[in-house]
């Protein structure tokens, strides 16, 4: 499967900085960096287990963000984090 990764770490303490570098390190380990905090890995059934699994373990839901678009799907996209996603569908409202 391809699948483009995004992530969106707080880095205003210690712990974040660590955190962040533990999650491009994740990344970088099925995939190839196209921007600062975007990967896209092309990844097997159990490596993406395995992926999902390590940042999942390594982000703070209450300070980060993390997505998964999966590219070869229906553009399908899965949200972790504090930044929830917008419904570009919905009405907009000025």
Known sequence: MFILIAYDV?????AGAKRL???A???QDYGQR?????????VDAHQWTLLR???L???NLKE???RFYFLD?????ENHGCKKPVDLEAPLIF
């Open 53 to 55: 699994d390590r940042l």
């Open 73 to 77: 799907r229906d553009a399908t996209i």
């Open 64 to 66: 980060d963000a993390l």
């Open 34 to 42: 196209v921007q600062n905090s975007v990967f896209e890995c092309r």
């Open 57 to 59: 373990r390594e982000i």
């Open 21 to 23: 570098r533990r999650v």
């Open 25 to 27: 390190r994740a990344c």
């Open 10 to 14: 707080a880095t205003t303490t210690p």
